[in-house]
């Protein structure tokens, strides 16, 4: 799971970044703010990276994709970013843990046939 949701957040950081590149072009905000507000957002992205097995983290990471769809009331195109990031949270965690059970079961497989390798040769 962590490698998904690992590669989620870093493309996420990203358009976050290039989402702060088409945002200094609006009148309405001051660069400063765009800038800490991007910053923000691609600094909790690859943080998250580091702490998404821990408990909160994926908690951590929806925060993180509700905040990118808002994010399209500043910049239009992150609601379609927003969604289409959403789903890939989804179905990162969501495959993830199934290929975190799927291995899982496979070493506990493998750890039982070496046990009985063990035993038949003893």
């Known amino acids: ?7 989620t ?3 996420e950081f990203f358009v976050i970044g290039f989402a702060g590149l088409v945002a200094m072009k609006s009148e309405d905000m001051s660069m400063a703010t765009v800038w800490t507000v991007c910053g923000i957002g691609m600094l909790l992205s690859v943080l998250l990276c580091g702490v998404i097995t821990r408990p909160g983290g994926i908690q951590l990471g929806w925060v993180l994709q509700v905040m990118l769809l808002l994010s ?3 910049v239009p ?3 379609i970013l927003g969604v289409a990031f959403a789903a890939l949270w989804w179905a990162s965690v969501h495959y993830g843990r199934r290929i975190d059970e799927a291995k899982a079961r496979w070493a506990a497989q ?3 046939q070496d046990g009985a ?3 038949a040769q003893g």
Do not use: K, N
């Open 1 to 7: 799971m962590r490698t998904l949701c690992a590669s």
């Open 9 to 11: 957040l870093i493309g």
């Open 72 to 74: 399209g009331f500043f």
């Open 77 to 79: 195109m992150m609601f």
């Open 110 to 112: 493998a750890e039982a």
């Open 117 to 119: 390798q063990v035993q």
